[in-house]
């Protein structure tokens, strides 16, 4: 489908692409991973055609359609539904004609297409679409400009997954959708019957949705079968394989050296001089990845508090005094909780934790907190408060009016500035650095509660893990709203869950609400808002019993994993045998039958991954029916 030939590529002088080469087969489903910076979004305009790209360097099949979400849905007066169906030009270009022709032929010709491309299911499938994205059946009649910029972008993302090109391309899809809308995104990505190309950071959605990841690193793409923890895992593998490799390499290197250098003269040695003199020459060296190093989140730890800080006692919450968003909330939070609160977008969720941030007041009810509560609030729109003009170090010394210069530069490096970005204006930073300085700002001075509203739209997969390890690591209260479910899994130890007017505790853990919110999908009409208590938790135990019903082809394919894991152990130690000094002249029968062993051993390999691929396949299959 996609074929990426020795591709090399700058901007303003900076490389991004260096002989890059990469081949994508039809179907498949491809995470394509890299720090935020190395070009991703670049190679998506290439494919499109939007930056040059000279001779054959990117070819796509002949005839295949290409779709991708350039920017959000027009503020027009047409409907949701109606702006997403225009996405099928054909269906919208025959229904047109079908309007005005005469000839008899072709009228039966138009009907005949339009039954081919299932024209009569169209506004159905679009409405299953807008549905998983959060959009009721009531929003879709409703014209475009009546919704904000984020849910135009989920409409623009309907409209290309509605057309269906042959090939998909994503750019951080899950960035505008609430965690209801990313697990509805992963399993529709799965069943997804073209190929998909999708840049994320997204950790579950590279997990659950793609059969391959491809990565960019160093200016080079290369293509890994499986997920994401199976391509880090085996690159983690790699690198301290190359690193062991390079160690003895070096080590036999210097020994080799240590003969010539102590024989070359001799008469009697010098033949032998020669002859590793001539195997130094040719001894090529091991390149090690060289890791990339991400800045660490550092917050402030509090002193301790008594129990608890905060208290929702039956408060009404919202902006207008009779129109309460959520109503009879009760609720606790204690200095070491951590708290994820789950929900779809538009219930509340953003209501509650401004309202326990003070940035709103309740309108019934009763908000209880300790005197002394530091509350340290993030969200996404807050980010345009930052000064374009002003630098990181501007900001800085506006948080410390008396601080000397060297402690202003000292402050600014902590938080991840230093010499090399501190006096650089904000509008010229990433979106990743600016959510950084966001958060040093706001919890430089300490805070007892950290209140973050989706911080992990623009950081990419080892900015979260760092800002994971930072908040365990936090002595403090903190409040998570975010749709990465990887990040809520690893910091969260309790659930709420805002829904239908009210937010309460949840007494499931994530894979509960996942699979309620997967089986929801599979069941409720399109539009229909969320199951009630006994729907839930009929949903609950039907994903309990699929999850029973699955587990051997999940065991199976954790089988086959753990055989190719097995060989590649079995390949590194091959190689370090093959590696030794001296093998290849003083034991040449040994060698020769190491090197027939490897070759045995990397057809294996070969056949145990497509085992492992086929098994891995069912599954995924057998656990999205």
Request: charged residues 25%.
């Amino acid at each position: 489908m996609l074929h990426v030939n020795d591709l090399s590529f700058a901007i303003e002088g900076r490389p991004l692409f260096d002989q890059a080469t990469a081949a994508i087969s039809d179907g498949w489903k491809v995470g394509f991973v890299g720090r935020n910076g190395s070009g991703k979004s670049t190679l998506l305009k290439l494919i499109l055609g939007e930056s040059h790209a000279v001779d054959d360097e990117i070819s796509i099949r002949k005839g295949a359609r290409i779709g991708s979400v350039a920017q959000e849905a027009p503020a027009s007066d047409k409907s949701l539904i109606a702006t997403v169906l225009e996405q099928d030009r054909e269906r919208a270009s025959l229904i047109a004609e079908s309007e005005t022709a005469s000839d008899p032929h072709r009228i039966a010709e138009i009907q005949t297409r339009l039954a081919d491309i299932e024209a009569h299911s169209a506004e159905a499938r679009a409405a299953s679409i807008l549905a998983g994205l959060g959009l009721s059946a009531e929003n879709q009649r409703r014209a475009c400009a009546e919704f904000s910029g984020g849910w135009r972008m989920r409409v623009a993302l309907a409209g290309v997954l509605f057309s269906a090109p042959d090939l998909l391309l994503l750019d951080e899809p899950t960035n505008y959708l609430d965690l209801e809308g990313a697990v509805w995104l992963e399993t529709y990505l799965k069943r997804y019957p073209h190929t998909a190309l999708i840049i994320s950071h997204d950790r579950d959605l590279l997990n659950n949705a793609v059969t391959h990841i491809m990565a960019l690193e160093n200016g080079k793409l290369s293509v890994h079968p499986g997920n994401y923890d199976s391509y880090e895992r085996k690159r983690a593998e790699a690198r301290a394989q190359a690193a062991s490799f390079a160690a003895r390499q070096e080590a036999r290197r210097r020994h080799m050296q240590s003969f010539v250098d102590r024989f070359r003269a001799k008469a009697s040695k010098a033949k032998q001089a020669q002859s590793r003199i001539k195997a130094l020459e040719k001894m090529q060296a091991v390149a090690v990845p060289i890791s990339e190093r991400t800045t660490p989140f550092r917050f402030p730890n509090p002193k301790p508090m008594a129990p608890p800080i905060v208290r929702v006692v039956d408060a009404a919450l919202g902006y207008e005094e009779d129109k309460p968003v959520l109503r009879g909330v009760n609720l606790r939070l204690d200095q070491d909780d951590r708290i994820a609160i789950l929900g779809p977008n538009g219930e509340g969720k953003s209501t509650l934790v401004k309202s326990i941030a003070g940035r709103i007041g309740a309108l019934g009810g009763n908000i209880y907190k300790h005197k002394k509560l530091k509350i340290a609030y993030f969200a996404q729109h807050q980010i345009d408060e930052l000064k374009p003009g002003n630098s990181a170090h501007d900001h800085v010394r506006e948080i410390l009016p008396d601080a000397t210069e060297a402690e202003t530069r000292s402050a600014c490096a902590g938080l991840g500035f230093g010499p090399d970005k501190a006096d650089t204006a904000v509008e010229k930073l990433s979106g990743g650095e600016k959510a950084r300085l966001l958060l040093g700002l706001i919890t430089y001075h300490g805070a007892h509660l950290l209140i973050l509203d989706e911080p992990t739209n623009h950081l990419d997969i080892q900015s979260r893990e760092a800002l994971s390890e930072a908040l365990n690591d936090f002595a403090g209260a903190v409040l998570l709203i975010t749709h990465d479910a990887h990040l809520a899994a690893s910091i969260a130890d309790r659930l709420w869950l805002v829904n239908n007017g009210k937010a309460e505790r949840y007494e499931g853990d994530l894979d509960d609400y996942r699979a309620l919110v997967i089986a929801a999908n599979k069941t409720a009409p399109a539009g229909e808002k969320s199951a009630g208590p006994n729907e839930r938790e009929r949903a609950r135990k039907s994903a309990a019993e699929h999850r029973a019903s699955i587990s051997p082809l999940k065991k199976a394919a954790e089988a086959a994993e753990t055989k190719v894991d097995t060989l590649n152990a079995t390949l590194t130690r091959l190689d370090a045998a093959l590696a030794e000094p001296g093998l290849y002249e003083n034991d040449v029968k040994r060698a020769t039958k190491l090197q027939k062993e490897r070759a045995a051993l990397i057809d294996a390999i070969a056949a145990a991954e497509e085992d492992w691929l086929a098994a891995l396949d069912a599954y995924e299959a057998a656990k999205a029916d």
